[in-house]
């Protein structure tokens, strides 16, 4: 089962203006990750942010961390038409049983970027 | 993509065979994963391996095998008894001391004909 949802599945918006996509997750974690795929190519990792932290930046990217309401959102300022891609979320959870090596990923957002 | 080859970008299947999908890195990196695409949809987990000699079942392991005898190397077979095949394969490798930050192939796109 899908732990991350993503929000909207699909977001079409002119170059310039703001992006902000959303994740939704089920169980507690240690960590959100996001990822980006350009069109037939593999995943590029942008930014983790810790279940401790409620917000980061790098670059043009902002990402919150609501753990209470378990969501998450991508917010990408002046977006330019290379941002054009699919955006995942992922969620490494909490394990019991110690180190936890794998993520879930959520069935992403498809971002246009209009020039 | 960078550190991690998949080989071949694409491959074609006839029905009833095996093919074997190569994934090498050279990040020196412990934890390597194999995950399914299809359109649309997010990257569900076939098999991963945390060490060498080690591996373990993801959320979809059947009609899939893998094998880890050197730590660079983490080869991925699609079997005959995968029903559904066809779909798009990434690998990942992860440094056992990060977050869990997965870096990526470029990917493998299967087609059975």
Known sequence: SQQGEEDPQALSIQEGENATMNCSYKTSINNLQWYRQNSGRGLVHLILIRSNEREKHSGRLRVTLDTSKKSSSLLITASRAADTASYFCATDITNSGGSNYKLTFGKGTLLTVNP | ?113
Request: a neutral charge; aromatic letters at 14%.
């Open chain 2, 1 to 113: 993509d960078g550190g991690i080859t998949q080989s071949p970008k694409y491959l074609f299947r006839k029905e009833g065979q095996n093919v074997t999908l190569s994934c090498e890195q050279n990040l020196n990196h412990d934890a390597m994963y194999w995950y399914r695409q299809d359109p649309g949809q997010g990257l569900r987990l076939i098999y991963y391996s945390q060490i060498v000699n080690d591996f373990q079942k993801g959320d979809i392991a059947e009609g899939y095998s893998v094998s880890r005898e050197k730590k660079e190397s983490f080869p991925l077979t699609v079997t005959s008894a995968q029903k559904n095949p066809t779909a798009f394969y990434l690998c990942a490798s992860k440094d056992s001391a990060s977050y869990n930050e997965q870096f990526f192939g470029p990917g493998t796109r299967l087609t059975v004909l």
